[in-house]
């Protein structure tokens, strides 16, 4: 994409190559957001939810129950009275404790996960069925990279908070209360005087660790862009080394390298100086304690060493929850940008969509009227002008033009990819827009430039124009397609795969792919929009014969730049900026001696010259 | 471990970060053990001997030896992230640098999705390991002795109950790890293929909607977004079932512990502070020991990393300029192929067998052919990025396996079939051969390409900054600017791989006409669908399955009825008689 430079920095200076960089996102927190997010829940308010929150409970009472037990009762009531029948019976006690906490444990983990995987299965389904169903206008305005984020990593920076943040938040909040609410019961003075650090404690677990998590992304920021130079350094090597730019290309990775070595320097010191502030404040809390502890004990009657021995365990169970809590509030922060970029995606309405009560494509033959039809991208520049069409079923009509004259958009509206500013498009005489789009689309095949080959086998590839069919029709499509030939010889034939966009294959042989598949899919209406303009002469009569007899019965609509590959059509339509110039059969226009004459005149230029 | 000697060069050379990580981890390993030692002293010398001055004793001394140990703590992590920073740094260095190398046979059959996860992934896993996994085994090592240390000094018995517990706890681990990382790896390869799946679907959206498989991608992609979902459910119920059970034996362990302790205490042989110390100590052993598990694993991934990525680094660069190079100042640009047979690594049939010609400085040749006739082969083997099966091929009558490589490159001007262009301004794309080029030189290239015209008209002019893969761009513009990118190198050598298919007729007139002029004082190679492409050349050759079937100029070549290159023209000229024929009559 055409990106605006971040910056006009001087000539000298210039970057060798840029990159996109994600800029830090962080939203301030957001209810209604929270609660839309939330709402991912509800499926599951009356069975997985209940149930986890449930085994959390038992699971929160005994960590708290436990201590009291080990500290108080085992040192003051068993031990200092010297009740060896108690202590059998306490160890008792315990042991069945940590029996409950095992199962107890076993179901949080195992529900807490469940559900928060079929919560993130549901989001990622509803935001990829939603953007199926986006026109091709939203894709224009995006690059592929900027759509895949957001169902990747967007969603699946919030599948943390789905399976633990969430719920374990309630554990951490109900955890910090019980030991609150204990430690006061047990002895208010030492609790007040041990929880002095608690406010520290508070403080490096959200904004400290804040500072941190920013260096980190800016880690991630830096990785990226180096990941973005490998990435493409590797897809450009072959001109690289054509051009003889390994060196200065290594010059400027080096750059990028010693960036992101630095960076991650940098987030890794910040990192470092956490631990001796959570040592420090752990410190704290435990030297009060050994000081006014064994103070306590001393002078006052209600601290004893059981106490002192809980206070101890509780002490020790303190940072977890905060620190918890902490990363939960930042993982909600991050959650926000994310659930944003979610939720614009999934606001986002189709543009061309069913109408009310479509009609069926059943009946419909394959004529096609453009009835003073006006259309824009960007509502600035008109792609065509008022433009007035016939074409009967079954026809093959050529359109011809520079590129931006309006050719392929031309074809975009018969295949209903975007709507009309103005007029009408017919089918039959029936507005397309009236029509049930997927049986419009299942009955309108474009065989496009830049075709896409997915990773897969080449009978899968050839299959996805139309995934019902058997082996022996994909075959039969190859072989009317001209493609059979050097299918046969690639290694495993048929089964051969091949990589994302085919690295194996020429562009030639991914066009007569492509074409393949579109034959495969029967339609009744067919366009080919450059179709073949990388095939070589002799595979293109190859399909021009095979395909004369798929043509007859359906309407075809051909864009191309070679004359030889459109004299034949039944009507040739000449675009110039929108607007038609001039139509007829080619003897027609070359009577007429107008812009196709000279189009023509133009590709012999260089024979007459000679 | 021979991997990691293999892979010293890049790490060892920051050694002092790593000895004075273990060094400072000594200090925070012995201090971290020190704490249940306090708690002991304060019941049992403090509360005990009715002693409160020794409290403030303790109190202060225990914020002290914390001091250095978050001193020590924050060297330890830090120099330690170092020590991997850097190492990493340079291995990141020396791969890109033999990647940028390695030749288009290896290209051939390397994916980039794989390259790129052993760029990404194994670089990070190993960094991760020389970073953290190294010292946190030698951690593992440090805690267990110092606790088992101080349990033998206050209770032999105790220490040996505890001891007793560990094997159970191991058993579990090893269990629990034998079982977890394949289940980790299986939820990364499920990410993996859903990534590709919607990286693919939105790629190919255009293609998607073309033949209206939305319902069907919908399909597609809810199989790979379940299978996802069950991965991770498998994974946490494998956590579900190991995680409490390791946690229960630990405290089972605290149980035993309090039951004997509790007995010992009554009957006075073990001192309460001491039995309070254990409550703690335990756990500086069998939370270590729920780790083992993780760490042994990622030694052996890290291990399993290094040696993909010695993989690239072993990875022979066959094509390398000669020890002695022959670097002419200027090569004039006579390419002669003897006798040439190619055949693809990994390949069955022949991609050109026993071809021979000769192209005088200044000659044009046409090649013509089918798609996988051999075409584009010919032109790589000039520059030398493939080497001969056998046969030779000569440039100015020396072989190229004699020259210099950039010198070689340097003098031949691609203009390939793919246009490639690079996430940069559009100055910087066609300047990319020749880097110190002046604006006007840049300028001049592309009016020169036809694409002066519509570069002007972009926003930002010749500072478009191009996204990855040049998109935004029609085909034809790209090829435009890949013919300008071609040019401004200056070259005795001229390749033009179907340099013109996706240009609209008029522009390709336009650019022939230009490369006319260019082509003067060059060897030429035009790779052509179309006739008028090559009719001018001095020779065609007209290839099939590797040999050449056909040569000759235009008109010889049309002489021949049953020929390959006279049903071509019959094709695309059809319209030429009546054609000429009416511009009489006109």
Redesign the interface.
């Given at each position: 994409m055409a990106t605006k430079k971040p910056e006009s920095k001087s000539l000298e200076n210039r970057e060798r190559f840029y990159y996109t960089q994600d800029r830090i996102a962080e939203k301030p927190f957001n209810w209604p957001q929270m609660l839309r997010l939330l709402g991912y829940l509800k499926p599951y308010s009356k069975t997985l939810l209940p149930a986890a929150v449930v085994a959390l409970l038992v699971n929160t009472a005994v960590r708290l129950f436990v201590p009291i037990l080990i500290g108080k009762v085992a040192f003051d009531r068993v031990i200092g009275q010297r009740d060896t029948h108690a202590l059998y019976w306490l160890v008792a006690a315990i042991a069945a404790m940590y029996l409950i906490n095992l199962i107890s444990n076993y179901f949080r983990i195992k529900l807490t996960n469940k559900l928060g995987q079929y919560v993130i299965y549901d989001l990622r389904k509803v935001l990829f069925n939603h953007v199926q169903k986006l026109s091709h206008r939203f894709f224009d305005q995006r690059s592929a990279g900027s759509v895949l984020v957001r169902i990747i990593n967007d969603v699946n920076s919030l599948q943390d908070l789905f399976t633990n943040g969430i719920v374990n938040t309630l554990m951490d909040l109900i955890q910090l209360i019980g030991i609150l609410v204990i430690m006061f019961t047990l002895s208010w003075q030492l609790a007040l005087a041990v929880l002095v650090v608690l406010p520290i404690m508070f403080f490096l677990s959200t904004k400290f660790r804040r500072k941190i998590r920013r260096a980190w992304q800016m880690v991630r920021v830096k990785l990226s862009k180096l990941n973005s130079h490998l990435n493409e350094s590797l897809q450009g090597v072959r001109v690289t080394q054509s051009f003889n730019q390994e060196v200065n290309n290594e010059a400027f990775f080096d750059g990028v390298n010693i960036e992101t070595r630095e960076t991650q320097n940098q987030a890794q010191q910040k990192s470092a100086t956490f631990s001796p502030f959570v040592e420090g404040a752990n410190a704290v809390g435990s030297a009060i304690l050994i000081w006014f502890g064994s103070y306590l004990i001393l002078n006052s009657g209600n601290v004893t060493t059981g106490v002192f021995v809980s206070f101890a365990f509780y002490l020790g169970m303190f940072w977890d929850p905060i620190s918890r809590l902490g990363q939960t509030y930042n993982q909600l922060l991050m959650a926000m940008a994310s659930s944003e970029r979610i939720f614009e995606f999934l606001d986002e309405k189709p543009i061309v969509k069913d109408s009310e009560a479509p009609v069926s494509m059943e009946h419909i033959k394959g004529t096609i009227d453009f009835e003073d039809v006006v259309f824009s991208y960007d509502d600035k520049r008109n792609a065509l002008n008022h433009i007035n069409l016939h074409m009967n079923a079954g026809d093959t009509i050529a359109l011809v033009g520079h590129t931006g004259s309006g050719k392929s958009t031309i074809a975009n509206l018969i295949a209903r990819f975007y709507d009309v500013t103005g007029g009408s498009v017919k089918f039959d005489g029936i507005d397309v827009r009236d029509i049930n789009l997927e049986e419009l689309r299942a009955n309108v095949s474009t065989v496009i430039q830049d075709t896409f080959i997915f990773s897969g086998t080449i009978l899968e590839n050839i299959r996805f124009g139309r995934p019902g069919a058997t082996d022996e029709e994909v075959i039969a499509a190859a072989e009317a397609a001209g493609a059979d030939d050097f299918i046969k010889q690639l290694s495993n034939g048929y089964e051969t795969e091949v990589e994302e966009r085919g690295n194996i294959l020429s562009v030639g042989e991914r066009q007569l792919l492509s074409f393949a598949r579109a034959l495969l899919a029967n339609p009744k209406i067919l366009i080919l929009d450059e179709a073949t303009s990388s095939i070589d002469t002799e595979s293109e009569l190859k399909i021009q014969e095979a395909t004369d007899k798929l043509l007859e019965g359906r309407t075809s609509i051909i864009i191309a730049h070679r004359l030889s590959t459109i004299r034949e059509a039944d009507k040739i339509i000449v675009l110039e900026n929108g607007n038609i110039l001039e139509q007829g059969t080619h003897d027609e226009l070359m009577v007429l001696g107008g812009k196709y004459y000279e189009l023509v005149i133009s590709q012999f230029e260089a024979l007459n010259a000679s | 471990m021979d991997v990691f000697k293999r892979l010293k060069d890049f790490y060892w050379p920051y050694k002092r970060f790593f000895f004075g990580s273990l060094f400072f981890l000594f200090f925070v390993t012995g201090i971290t053990v020190l704490?249940p030692v306090?708690?002991q002293q304060?019941?049992d010398k403090?509360?005990n001997k009715?002693n409160?001055g020794y409290?403030?004793f303790?109190?202060?001394g225990?914020?002290l030896i914390?001091?250095v140990?978050?001193?020590s703590?924050?060297?330890q992590?830090?120099w330690g992230?170092?020590f991997g920073?850097?190492a990493?740094?340079e291995l990141?260095?020396a791969l890109?640098?033999k990647?940028?190398?390695?030749p288009?046979r290896y290209?051939?059959n390397a994916?980039?999705?794989d390259?790129?996860s052993r760029?990404?992934q194994d670089v990070e896993g190993f960094r991760f390991f020389l970073?953290a996994g190294m010292s946190q085994l030698i951690r593992f090592i440090f805690m267990v002795t110092f606790s088992l240390i101080i349990m033998f000094v206050y209770s032999w018995q105790l220490a040996i109950v505890t001891l007793i517990m560990t094997p159970f706890l191991t058993f579990t681990v090893m269990k629990f790890d034998k079982k977890v990382h394949p289940a980790f790896r299986a939820i990364r390869l499920s990410?993996g293929r859903?990534?590709?799946r919607?990286?693919?679907?939105?790629?190919?959206?255009?293609?998607?909607?073309?033949?209206?498989?939305?319902?069907?991608?919908?399909k597609r992609?809810?199989v790979t977004?379940?299978d996802?979902?069950e991965k991770?459910?498998f994974t946490?119920?494998i956590?579900?079932?190991f995680?409490?059970?390791m946690?229960?034996i630990g405290?089972?362990c605290?149980?035993?512990l309090?039951?004997f302790g509790?007995?010992l205490?009554?009957h006075s042989s073990m001192q309460?502070g001491e039995?309070?110390a254990f409550?703690?100590l335990v756990w500086y052993i069998m939370g270590p020991l729920q780790d083992l598990g993780f760490i042994i694993n990622q030694f052996s991934q890290a291990k399993a990393s290094g040696e993909r990525l010695l993989q690239i680094l072993d990875e022979p660069s066959e094509i390398e300029s000669p020890a002695d190079a022959y670097s002419p100042e200027k090569i004039a640009g006579k390419v002669q192929f003897n006798h040439v047979t190619f055949q693809y690594p990994n390949?069955t049939?022949y991609a050109l067998k026993d071809v021979t010609f000769e192209a005088r400085p200044g000659q044009v040749i046409g090649l013509?052919?089918?798609?996988?006739s051999g075409k584009s082969t010919i032109t790589q083997l000039i520059?030398r990025?493939y080497n001969v099966t056998e046969g030779q091929v000569l440039v100015d009558g020396e072989p190229v396996e004699r020259y210099s490589l950039?010198v070689l490159?340097?003098s031949?001007g691609?203009v390939?079939?793919?246009n490639?262009l690079?996430?940069?301004?559009i100055r910087?794309n066609i300047a990319?051969?020749n880097?110190d080029a002046k604006?006007e030189d840049v300028i001049d290239a592309a009016k020169r390409a036809q694409a002066h015209e519509f570069i002007e008209g972009?926003?930002?002019g010749y500072?478009?900054?191009?996204?990855?893969?040049g998109?935004?761009?029609?085909?034809?513009?790209k090829q435009r600017i890949s013919i300008a990118?071609a040019l401004l190198?200056n070259p005795s050598i001229l390749i033009l791989d179907?340099a013109t298919?996706?240009?609209?007729?008029?522009?390709?007139?336009k650019i022939?006409k230009a490369f006319r002029e260019l082509m003067r004082g060059r060897t030429t190679f035009i790779i052509a669908?179309?006739i008028?492409s090559v009719?001018?050349a001095d020779e065609i050759l007209v290839l099939d399955k590797g040999r050449i079937a056909e040569r000759g100029v235009h008109s010889e070549l049309i002489q021949n009825p049953e020929g390959?290159y006279r049903?071509?023209y019959d094709?695309?000229?059809?319209?030429?008689d009546?054609?000429e024929a009416?511009q009489n009559a006109?």
């Open positions: - | 704490y306090f708690l304060t019941i403090v509360v009715q409160y409290a403030a303790l109190a202060i225990f914020i914390m001091i140990k978050g001193f703590a924050y060297y992590q830090y992230a170092k920073i850097n990493v740094y990141r260095k890109y640098a990647l940028n190398t390695l288009f290209y051939d994916r980039t999705g390259l790129m760029l990404t970073s990410m859903m990534n590709t919607v990286q693919e679907n939105i790629s190919g959206m255009n293609t998607v909607k073309a033949l209206s498989q939305e319902d069907e991608e919908i992609f809810a977004n379940e996802y979902k991770q459910i946490a119920n956590w579900a079932k995680f409490p059970v946690e229960f405290n089972l605290v149980v035993v309090l039951g509790g007995y205490v009554i309460p039995l309070i409550f703690s390949e049939v013509m052919g089918a798609t996988g520059a990025f950039p490159r340097k031949i691609y390939l079939q793919e490639f690079f996430s940069s301004t910087d990319y051969g880097p604006l972009l926003p930002d500072d478009t900054v191009l996204g990855e893969r998109l935004g761009l029609s085909g034809g513009q990118r190198v179907d298919s996706a240009v609209d007729m008029q522009t390709e007139a022939q669908h179309r008028s009719q001018h390959l049903r071509i094709i695309q000229f059809k319209d030429k009546i054609l009416r006109h």
